[in-house]
């Protein structure tokens, strides 16, 4: 499982369980998957990734290909990469398509979109799923405060939690919320106050 996979479950798994996997992890990942796991369940700090691709501003398009190269797979989520200064604030996005055309002597910072969708890690999911309807997005850079890159959301994540969500909210109006234990030992007014809700 990888480090967002076990983020996005840890308030799920049993803590011996979860300990056991953090302890499998190297310690960056390990670092990841607790900086990820502080934020809400419905935030997009939780759902967001380290897998992308950030280049310094400073690069050629022939320069940020053959740093793409040397990766030797990408993210299937990923359509776009992030320009960064010397301080890793984004500067833009440069669609992945504008960069395999160019001229590799293009410096990188003439393809790049200035002023792009970002997130901040504490953005309702809700909200991030505004923003890629609203902006035809694949990925997105998730920013603090500051502007600083963070990590990168992915619409497939998003479409996920939406609709696991979704169907939470459509279980409790029928009357099928999920228990917390098996059926047969559930006590019977915890099930009325589950089948009522």
């Not at 897998?51 to 022939?62: F, H, K, L, W």
């Not at 002597?105 to 792009?116: G, I, K, N, R, S």
């Amino acid at each position: 499982m990888d480090p967002a996979d076990l983020a996005y479950v840890a308030e799920s798994v049993p803590e011996a369980v979860l300990e056991e996997a953090y302890r499998a992890r190297e310690a960056s990942e390990r670092s990841w998957i607790e900086t990820v796991a502080a934020y809400p369940e419905d935030s997009a700090g939780r759902l967001m990734v380290e897998d992308y691709v950030a280049v310094p501003d400073s690069r050629t398009v022939g320069e940020v290909l053959g740093q793409i190269r040397t990766r030797g797979q990408l993210s299937r989520h990923l359509d776009a990469l992030f320009v960064v200064d010397v301080r890793n604030l984004l500067r833009g996005v440069v669609p992945m398509r504008t960069l395999l055309v160019r001229d590799p002597a293009c410096p990188v910072t003439d393809l790049m979109t200035p002023d792009p969708v970002v997130l901040k890690p504490t953005d309702k999911l809700a909200s991030a799923a505004e923003a890629f309807a609203r902006y035809d997005l694949v990925c997105a850079p998730v920013v603090d405060e500051r502007g600083k890159l963070m990590g990168a959301l992915a619409v497939d994540a998003v479409l996920d939690s939406v609709s696991a969500q979704a169907t939470k909210d459509i279980q409790k109006m029928g009357g099928l919320e999920a228990l917390d234990a098996p059926y047969a030992q559930v006590p019977f007014w915890d099930m009325v106050k589950k089948r009522g809700a």
